[in-house]
């Protein structure tokens, strides 16, 4: 059997390079893979330690943050009713 195999008008495919490249394609991409699931984990498992260490939850500050956005709001609706319902 022919290592080199004609297709149509003299297009040769040499087969056991193209094998070859189909090989280290897969085992590159498993390799991709897997690298990229050992990233996630690491960074993963920093956060979780980082999220562990903080004094204040993130829920504590996010309710916090909340309050305060409510209570300037409020302000400064009352300070543009106090400013637009005064006769001038």
Same mark, same amino acid.
């Given at each position: 059997?022919?290592?080199?195999?004609?297709?149509?008008?003299?297009?040769? +495919?040499n087969?056991s390079?193209?094998?070859?490249?189909?090989v280290?394609?897969?085992?590159?991409?498993?390799?991709?893979?897997?690298?990229?699931?050992? +990233?996630?984990?690491?960074?993963?498992?920093?956060?979780?330690?980082?999220?562990? %260490?903080?004094?204040?939850?993130?829920?504590?500050?996010?309710?916090?943050?909340?309050?305060?956005?409510?209570?300037? %709001? %409020?302000?400064?609706?009352?300070?543009?009713?106090?400013?637009? %319902?005064?006769?001038?």
């Amino acid at each position: 059997m022919a290592t080199n195999q004609r297709i149509s008008n003299g297009f040769q +495919v040499n087969r056991s390079m193209l094998t070859g490249g189909v090989v280290l394609t897969g085992i590159g991409s498993a390799l991709g893979a897997a690298g990229t699931a050992m +990233v996630c984990v690491a960074l993963l498992t920093a956060g979780r330690n980082w999220l562990r %260490s903080l004094d204040t939850t993130p829920t504590a500050l996010a309710h916090r943050a909340l309050h305060e956005a409510k209570v300037a %709001s %409020s302000a400064g609706w009352e300070a543009w009713r106090a400013e637009h %319902s005064s006769p001038n």
